[in-house]
Each structure stands twice: as structure tokens, then as C-alpha cells.
């Protein structure tokens, strides 16, 4: 048996929480001999600047880099809302994605029939839905130079964010999204702002090169990314993959999260490119929500989001595609049996915590590995 190291992040909030759900899952893994996984665990966000004073130290960033994938939880909250801005909670993810070059964000979103009600959206609009989000993570205006404040000296300040794009980022990220389609139903919509940046000019231009050059196969379409947000929400099932920027990413990716009816329903996985000799890449695999300091401590968190992002690590990282699907259909039947967390209850159905969700999926994953 291979044994695969893992880095373990839990972070704030309910970071924590939900990452003992993982652990009860890799518990499992071993136990039956199902696959072995060396497990390391460490400080991010605001738990690591109490204990060190930065978003997370040289010690983990070397951990991180050594590791097959990174399990991160969630960092920040308000207790952290004062303290410098370098060294803020989000600053330590945001080092972990450039200092491992996690330039593709994949962010899948899939509404269970048994959820089709919790979404804002009618349920024949999300109903079954299956789509996948794909942000580029490492530049644009989240990274871009300059970035500054500037006292203008006349009692006003001029804040300054750059977005910067250069060929080869829009290349490998469209690479990404083709070869995502492919195994999928075989369509890519670029999003970008082509009619105000220029950013958008270049991207819609190197999205449609790499199509004529390398993907012929695959349906390809552009979208201008605001009148994308509204066809997500008016028919989200017209997509397979998405394919946009770091900032029109976020966004869009949020809003892909309303229609499957929790933020605590949404794993998501962050890759680097492939290592020419291993084979192998970077990996970071995270909910896509936060901490969410509102609920912490009380065991409410929906562990679903946090389980099915080491689903994909699974998947992505370890090619163990027969446990991914095992516990990607122990998601879907306890749903079905009723069970709900806080987040996502309706009427008859049962409230469990975020540990009896965690025991009651990896009962299931049991059931189907036996
Ligand atoms: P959030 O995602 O933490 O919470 C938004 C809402 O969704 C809250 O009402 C919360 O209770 C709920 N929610 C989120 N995850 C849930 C889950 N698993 N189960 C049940 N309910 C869930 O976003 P926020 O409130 O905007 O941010 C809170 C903190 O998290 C901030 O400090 C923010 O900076 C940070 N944050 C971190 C990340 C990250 O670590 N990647 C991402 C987003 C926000």
C-alpha cells in the first residue's frame, strides 16, 4: 500500500470542526487497510499568528511544499479584524497558493436532488445540476503591482489595484478548463470583461488561440462575465465548465454557491502545474467557505463542503477514483435518508451536528467499501 502524505490545515473558526470529520474518514482508510495516509498537521490564519505572529511560518510553508496535498479548513475571523495587514489570517492561503503556484481553482457545483429545495432558485432550475467553476488563483488584481493607498496631500487618498494577465496564465488555466471538458460534457464558457479591459481583450484572444490550436474537440463559448452571472442564476444547467479570472471567479463561484443551496456544501481543489518528472503537482483541497465564526464552537457546521474537497483530493491528487465516488455516494444517500445539517434543514427532515453528519457519511462509505 502506497502511503500518501497529507498536510492537514484546520485553521479557525470551524476549521476545526469539519477537518475532524476528515480524520474520522482517514481513521476509517486505515483501519481497513483501504489505503494509508502520513498525516502532519499545522497552524494557519488566525490561530497561527497567536501562537507565532504571522499567517503561517517557515516550518509549514516547508511541510506544505514536501506534502502530496495540503487539507486546508478555513482561516480568519473577527477577533483578527485589527492586526497588520501582512500578516492577517488570509494571508497564509494566499502565500500557500502563489508559493506552490496554485494557479487553477476548481470549484465544482452540484445540487443534490435531495437539496433541489433548499436553493434560492426554483427546483427545476438546479435540480441535478453539475457544473464546475474554474478560476485562475495566482494573478490578476488580487496579486497584481501596484497596489498602494496613496495620500494625495489634499485630504484625499488614491487606491491603486493592478490587474495584470500575461499569455502564459490564460494558456495553462484554458488548458485546464479543456481538459476538465473533456472528461465531462465536452463545453467551455470563458467569461472575461472584454468590453472595458483589456485584460479581458488578451484573455478572450489566448482562450480562443489554445481552442484552435489544441482543443478543437471541445465546444468553446465567450461570455462577457456580468451577463454570465445572470444566465448562472437564470439557467446554470447551460454550463459544463466555466473558465474565468481570479476576481470574476470569486464572484461567480459564490453565486454557483446559491443555487446548490449552502456555502457548506462546496468543496473545492487548488492545482499547480504537473511536474515534468514526477507526474505529480501541487495540490490544496478546501471548502469554499469560511470560518464562519457565527456558528463556531457549536458543532452546527455542515461537514459536507470539508469531506467532499478531500473527496477530490482523492480524485485529483491520489486517483483513488472508486473511494471518491464511495464517498461522494455516501453523501448523496444520507441526504436522501434525511439527514440535514442547520444549514441546509426543511421541513421533516432530521438535525443532526457536524459530528453525527460526519459518522453518518462515513457509515455509508463503509457500507459501500465492505
Ligand atoms: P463564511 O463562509 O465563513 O460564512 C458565511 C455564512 O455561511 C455564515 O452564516 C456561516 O455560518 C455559513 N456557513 C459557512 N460555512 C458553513 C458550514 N460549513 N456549515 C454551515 N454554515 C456555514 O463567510 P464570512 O462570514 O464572510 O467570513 C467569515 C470569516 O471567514 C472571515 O474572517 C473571512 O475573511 C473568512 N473567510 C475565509 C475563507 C477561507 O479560509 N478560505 C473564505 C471565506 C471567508
Known amino acids: 500500500m502506497t502511503t500518501h502524505k497529507l498536510l492537514l490545515l484546520p485553521g479557525d473558526g470551524i476549521g476545526p470542526e469539519v477537518m475532524a470529520e476528515v ?65 492577517r489570517p488570509e494571508a497564509g492561503l494566499l502565500r500557500l497558493r502563489k508559493d506552490l503556484g496554485l494557479f487553477a481553482n476548481i470549484r465544482p457545483a452540484i445540487c443534490y436532488p435531495a437539496l433541489a429545495d433548499s436553493s434560492s432558485l426554483k427546483r427545476e432550475v438546479v435540480e441535478g445540476l453539475d457544473i464546475i467553476i474554474l478560476r485562475e488563483l495566482t494573478g490578476g488584481v488580487y496579486f497584481g503591482e501596484p497596489k498602494t493607498i496613496t495620500d494625495l496631500g489634499n485630504g484625499q487618498k488614491r487606491a491603486v ?58 465546444q468553446l463559448e465567450h461570455m462577457l462575465a456580468d451577463a454570465g452571472g445572470m444566465q448562472l442564476v437564470r439557467w446554470p444547467k447551460q454550463f ?57 464552537g457549536k458543532g452546527l457546521a455542515n461537514p459536507i463542503a470539508m469531506l467532499a474537497s478531500f473527496g477530490m483530493a482523492l480524485r485529483y491528487s491520489f486517483s483513488m477514483n472508486q473511494e471518491a465516488d464511495w464517498l461522494d455516494a455516501a453523501i448523496a444517500a444520507v441526504l436522501d435518508q ?16 457536524t459530528a453525527e453528519m460526519g459518522a453518518a457519511i462515513v457509515d455509508e462509505v463503509e457500507r459501500l467499501a465492505a
Open 23 to 87: 480524520k474520522r474518514l482517514l481513521g476509517f482508510f486505515a483501519s481497513s487497510g483501504i489505503a494509508s495516509f502520513a498525516t502532519e498537521e499545522g497552524l494557519v490564519g488566525g490561530c497561527c499568528y497567536d501562537a507565532h505572529k504571522v499567517a503561517i511560518t517557515e516550518e509549514t510553508m516547508a511541510k506544505a511544499q514536501a506534502a502530496d496535498a495540503i487539507i486546508f479548513g478555513a482561516c480568519g475571523g473577527p477577533k483578527w479584524d485589527n492586526v497588520p495587514y501582512e500578516v
Open 161 to 218: 489595484d493592478t490587474q495584470v494577465y500575461d499569455t502564459y496564465e490564460i494558456e495553462r488555466i484554458a488548458r485546464v478548463a479543456f481538459e476538465l471538458a473533456r472528461k465531462r460534457r465536452n463545453k467551455v464558457t470563458s467569461m472575461e470583461k472584454r468590453n472595458v479591459m483589456k485584460t479581458g481583450v488578451l484573455w478572450r484572444e489566448v482562450v480562443g488561440e489554445v481552442h484552435a490550436r489544441e482543443y478543437r474537440d471541445v
Open 240 to 296: 459544463d465548465v466555466i473558465v474565468t479570472d481570479n476576481l470574476f471567479g470569486d464572484m461567480l463561484s459564490d453565486i454557483a454557491a446559491t443555487l446548490t443551496g449552502s456555502l457548506g456544501m462546496l468543496p473545492s481543489a487548488s492545482l499547480g502545474e504537473v511536474d515534468a518528472r514526477t507526474r505529480r503537482r501541487k495540490a490544496l483541497y478546501e471548502p469554499v467557505h469560511g470560518s464562519a465564526p457565527d456558528i463556531a
Open 338 to 353: 434525511g439527514l440535514r445539517t442547520a444549514d441546509i434543514k426543511s421541513d421533516g427532515m432530521k438535525i443532526v451536528s
